[in-house]
Nanobody, 114 residues
């Protein structure tokens, strides 16, 4: 059983920055990949960023160059650094762990005001 707990969400003005954290109760290195998804009201959940066990990263085109996914294996924590935030980034952000079993965090709200 693995629990993922997100933190760091909140209200920020456009152009600002936030860093989201996802703390796992297990070793994140045991997973094939860790990822961040987001879901805005009325829209489907979409992949924002992903980092593989080997460290390869992928980003949605909409966030490329602004967001950075990283991890600290010793702390079993995945981060999403979000810079130059836009109102369009407003969504609930979810942490996701890929492995033999998959896990979702509970989500954290990010609201970007104009």
């Amino acid at each position: 059983q693995v629990q993922l707990v997100e933190s760091g969400g909140g209200l920020v003005q456009a152009g600002g920055s936030l860093r989201l954290s996802c703390a796992a109760s297990g070793r994140i290195f045991s997973f094939n990949a860790m990822a961040w998804y987001r879901q805005a009201p009325g829209k489907q959940r979409e992949l924002v960023a992903r980092i593989s066990r080997g460290g390869s990263t992928n980003y949605a085109d909409s966030v490329k160059g602004r967001f950075t996914i990283s991890r600290d294996n010793a702390k079993n924590t995945v981060y999403l650094q979000m810079n130059s935030l836009k109102p369009e980034d407003t969504a609930v952000y979810y942490c996701y762990a890929e492995g033999i079993r998959n896990y979702w965090g509970q989500g954290t709200q990010v609201t970007v005001s104009s």
